[in-house]
């Protein structure tokens, strides 16, 4: 008990006084706090060094901890992640950033052949405690190559850890957490959601983070422990799966169309807490699942599937997709393609006339 | 005074027809293989450029060829490493060990005791050399085909015999296809089997030592036809940005299954070449010439070692045998290359060197030759006896589950019980 609360005191010590932050802020926060306390952790990545990142994630950085401890790379993907492979087996806690997740491609067989394999083809004696930031999704007019969520193609390789945060105070803490795995991390950060919440209606103005109610992050060290999901809104009536962007969007639909919706924000997807939702589909008897990546073969259909064996005895509807359609992501159509409130709330609309 | 030009429109038209170029090997089964008009420089003639001389000032090694033994196996030129007696014959029984441990492990697939085999046969130097120069400490990062180098650390051959038979005593627990050894202790990375991602990480890992002011080194093996994956441009790209401390071996033994080396672009420039443009100094060296292989690879090293950075090393050599058990070269290339081939076979001519130097003769090494098979057989018996991959232990199947992540997560708990284990 008195070790309890003296963890706990420690804990709020390391964390420190709580701001205001924006999610660029609280990563780069993250980052700082890491490269302060171990110096086997080190940064790079394309315009990650004395320019600070095309999103600013890495700002200040270089001046701060030293040109060896913030870097550029190369443009090559392979080489980038390749590379920290090697430095994480060296013993190194290497932070890489792929400037969009649509660039992650040329290192893919990087992740998906190696440093999700390495631990178990090893038996142990070798393992990849690498952590790889990369920017995803739409809603800022990016094109096919700057809004795409590819997180399904890592979801589906053993031995790799997929995060996804929603807000800056996960951002920081799952950061931290990824960093301190010893296991491969992939986190996608929701570039929507950078400078502040997006509720997915493209016309209103953007409130900032910092104008955000109880929006604080410690400027210390915390950890979002990985594999932990979070209830985004406490409801009755449904329940709705999301991540990253669609928290957001899932909420405000929900409140659009006047159902008491349970926004479960699942965090990470791998490691994935099926018991916050199984707890909650259970209790609701619906489900909706809402994601920005294109439908076939997304983690909402490993999602459908997990609730159907989990909670099938409870549900009073069928399990409903809202996503990106299965198309490229179109320029001038992006909110045509975007699964916004007008479809999430249709979807909820549909779920609780059955 | 000259015409006014015609329109860009005609004069851009082509009036001829393109054709597509399909590279071929110059001999197919079937026609003898004739390498006379191969360019091989005298052993002793390539000269020796001090360490720290500047990639741009010894371009001309990317296209010749160091060589030390000659015809008659004297050991020429500035590039003779000059090892004492000992160390040549511990360089010639790592060979000779390597080959008997193939040579058994190839039959023991075909007697059905595992599933796959790869031999190193002809290209025995390259590891075996290497071996001798790098410590423990430095950081291999090799192909399936350098299982000399754990050889050459004394790496218990019956361990690497649980491996293949993938048997209850496995280090890898079954996991790994045979020949995809790991040993950290060793300094030997858990090889992938998918061809040229080692290349990027030992550039990684050779950068971590740099960061942390550590003093060891990396080196990776990497096979003809894989540099042209785009793993080695990106290793060279980042070897050279950050002046990495590491030896980029490519070993050209012509063959990468039935693809000749001009499938990967070797038939007009050398593979040492490619190190030019990254500019990087590159090394191009007789790598059936044991000497040749050890000397370059100290340079490297020295060069490493020093904060030079990288060097890229091009071993060109043979491969005597098939890619791998699965494979039949005599489908694609004449039956006698191998034989035919100029420059030699490695154990052969570091034999020949002994020999001439008054220290070793025919008898001493067919003995020795005996001792080795024995070895091998003694270590086969025991390994057998932890079980074969058909018969007798095997890893518990349990252990599939481990190691996917550091801890189990409910997905793999459940799925094993699925198993009803």
């Known amino acids: ?354 | 005074m000259a015409s006014p030009r015609t329109a860009p429109d005609a004069t851009l038209k082509n009036s001829r027809s393109l054709s597509l170029r399909i590279p071929e090997p110059r001999f197919r089964p079937g026609e003898t293989a004739d390498f006379s008009s191969m360019e091989i420089p005298e052993a002793g003639e390539t000269p020796r450029p001090a360490v720290d001389t500047a990639a741009k000032d010894m371009r001309e090694l990317a296209y010749g060829l160091i060589r030390v033994l000659g015809k008659d196996g004297r050991a020429v030129g500035p590039w003779d490493p000059k090892l004492d007696v000992t160390t040549l014959k511990r360089g010639l029984r790592n060979m000779m060990l390597t080959r008997a441990y193939d040579d058994r492990m190839y039959r023991a697939q075909r007697q059905g005791k595992t599933s796959f085999y790869m031999k190193s046969t002809g290209e025995e130097a390259v590891a075996a050399a290497a071996a001798m120069v790098l410590t423990r400490e430095d950081m291999c990062f090799p192909t399936y085909r350098q299982q000399g180098l754990l050889i050459a650390r004394d790496y218990p051959l019956v361990e690497m015999m649980n491996q293949v038979y993938s048997n209850g005593k496995d280090p890898m627990k079954g996991r790994q296809l045979p020949v995809m050894y790991s040993s950290k202790k060793d300094g030997f990375f858990t090889i992938s089997g998918n061809l040229g991602t080692q290349l990027p990480q030992a550039v990684g890992w050779a950068m971590a030592s740099a960061y942390k002011g550590d003093d060891k080194i990396a080196a990776a093996w990497i096979g003809d036809g894989s540099t042209a994956e785009g793993d080695f441009h990106a290793a060279m790209t980042f070897a050279s940005v950050y002046r990495a401390p590491v030896i980029i071996n490519i070993v050209n033994n012509q063959w990468a299954i039935s693809s000749f080396h001009g499938m990967a672009g070797g038939e007009g420039a050398t593979f040492a070449a490619r190190g030019v443009g990254f500019n990087l100094p590159a090394l191009r060296v007789d790598g059936n010439d044991f000497l040749a292989v050890h000397a370059a690879t100290e340079w490297a090293a020295e060069r490493a070692r020093s904060n030079l950075g990288a060097t890229v090393i091009e071993h060109y050599t043979y491969r005597a045998e098939g890619h791998s058990t699965s494979d039949d070269p005599s489908r694609y290339r004449p039956t006698d290359e191998g034989k035919l081939w100029p420059l030699g076979d490695p154990v052969e001519r570091l034999k020949q060197h002994l020999i001439q130097l008054g220290e070793w003769s025919e008898e001493q090494q067919q003995s020795l030759h005996a001792d080795l098979v024995e070895q091998v057989r003694a270590a086969g018996r025991e390994a057998e006896a932890n079980g074969t991959l058909h018969a007798g232990d095997r890893p518990s199947v349990k252990t599939m589950f481990e190691d996917v992540y550091e801890d189990m997560d409910w997905r793999l708990i459940k799925q094993r019980q699925e198993l009803g284990i």
């Open chain 1, 1 to 354: 008990m008195n070790a309890q609360i003296e963890k706990t005191a420690a804990a709020a010590d390391e964390a420190g006084k709580s701001i205001p932050m924006n999610m660029i802020q609280s990563i780069n926060s993250g980052l700082d706090v890491m490269l302060g306390r171990d110096p086997n952790c080190l940064i790079f990545g394309e315009d990650v060094g004395y320019f600070g990142g095309v999103f600013r994630a890495t700002e200040g950085l270089q001046k701060k901890h030293g040109l060896n401890r913030c870097f550029d790379a190369p443009i090559n993907e392979c080489g980038i992640i390749g590379s920290a492979i090697g430095m994480a087996a060296y013993g190194l806690r290497p932070i890489v950033e792929i400037q969009f997740a649509d660039y992650i491609y040329p290192g893919y067989d990087q992740i998906v052949s190696e440093a999700a394999r390495i631990r178990y083809r090893s038996a142990g004696d070798f393992t990849v405690p690498m952590t790889i930031r990369t920017p995803y999704g739409g809603g800022i007019f990016g094109g096919q190559t700057h809004s795409q969520s590819p997180e399904a193609l890592f979801t589906h390789i053993a031995g790799m850890k997929t995060v996804i945060p929603s807000n800056p105070y996960d951002a920081k803490g799952l950061l931290i957490a990824a960093i301190e795995s010893d296991d491969p991390v992939v986190i996608f950060e929701p570039k929507r959601l950078y400078n502040g919440p997006f509720d997915g209606y493209p016309d209103k103005p953007v409130t900032p983070w910092q104008k955000v109610e109880g929006n604080l992050v410690p400027e210390g060290y915390y950890t979002v422990p990985l594999g932990k999901a979070r209830i985004a809104r406490e409801g009755a009536d449904c329940t709705i799966l999301a991540y990253g962007t669609m928290v957001h969007v899932a909420i405000a639909s929900a409140e659009a169309v006047g159902v008491d919706a349970e926004v479960v924000d699942l965090r990470s997807l791998a490691p994935l807490d099926i018991e916050t939702i199984e707890a909650s589909v259970k209790k609701t008897g619906r489900c909706v699942i809402v994601h920005e990546a294109t439908r076939t073969s997304g983690f909402g259909a490993e999602l459908s599937a997990l609730v159907q064996e989990h909670c099938f005895y409870h549900l009073e509807a069928p399990i409903e997709r809202v996503t990106g359609w299965d198309t490229p992501y179109p320029h001038a159509f992006e909110w045509e393609y975007f699964p916004g409130p007008k479809r999430v709330g249709a979807a909820l609309k549909r779920v609780m006339e059955d």
